[in-house]
């Protein structure tokens, strides 16, 4: 007689199965969480400056731009961005001049919430602020930071009123106290080629600069610094 054996079949319970669900999602997780998904962004924040420092950065950036896009939100919920050059920083804080009639005024008494963006295409630093905005007519403020140049932006309408003058009364400020603050601090136009081109190579993630966030309580007390 000749006896043939065979593996018995496995059959696995759902409670079985359910497990070895389970511990495949876990295994896949604890990959993920050994390797991140996002390695460039990961490896962008590992270079950390102090808190001061990165204040210091960030007015180094805005400061050698000048010119910022401002971004506000209309009625209908769609955002619309201009370019506009700060008449003021104050520490962490911007103020615009702005014509009381323009589209500018409805869209930030509707909603108050803004972004200021600056970007150096020299360097590729980028800065993103969040923040609120107010309009302000108040006059001593005008003629503080009002400069001849500013008529140019207003005409003379020839009412002897509306004249581009300090005392324009189209003339206000829109004063945008900074909220949150993400920006990129590069290591150079060159640097950043050499990095991207050695990453292509290794395969590793590229590392060209560090990705820095002034939360809340960071402007805050950059703010009361400045005072």
Not at 125 to 130: G, L, T
């Amino acid at each position: 007689f000749f006896f043939f054996f065979f593996n018995k079949p496995q059959f696995q319970s759902s409670t079985q199965r359910t497990t070895h669900t389970f511990t495949q999602i876990l295994t896949l997780k604890m990959s993920t969480d050994t390797k991140t998904a996002d390695p460039y962004k990961e490896k962008a924040r590992e270079t950390e400056a102090s808190k001061d420092k990165q204040v210091q950065e960030l007015y180094g950036i805005v400061d050698a731009l000048k010119t910022s896009m401002l971004t506000t939100r209309r009625s209908d919920g769609t955002l619309t961005s201009r370019a506009m050059n700060p008449v003021r920083r104050s520490g962490p804080d911007f103020t615009y001049f702005t014509n009381i009639h323009g589209d500018k005024i409805p869209e930030i008494e509707n909603d108050s919430h803004v972004n200021v963006a600056y970007v150096d295409p020299s360097s590729t630093n980028w800065v993103s602020i969040s923040g609120t905005a107010r309009i302000s007519q108040d006059r001593e403020k005008i003629k503080q930071l009002y400069n001849p140049s500013i008529k140019a932006w207003f005409g003379d309408l020839g009412d002897g009123v509306n004249d581009g003058s300090e005392n324009d009364p189209r003339i206000a400020l829109i004063e945008v106290k900074t909220k949150t603050v993400n920006y990129w601090y590069s290591v150079g136009k060159l640097g950043t080629l050499a990095n991207v081109l050695v990453s292509t190579v290794t395969g590793e993630a590229a590392s060209p600069g560090s990705l820095r966030e002034l939360n809340e309580a960071d402007i805050e007390r950059a703010r009361i610094f400045t005072l």
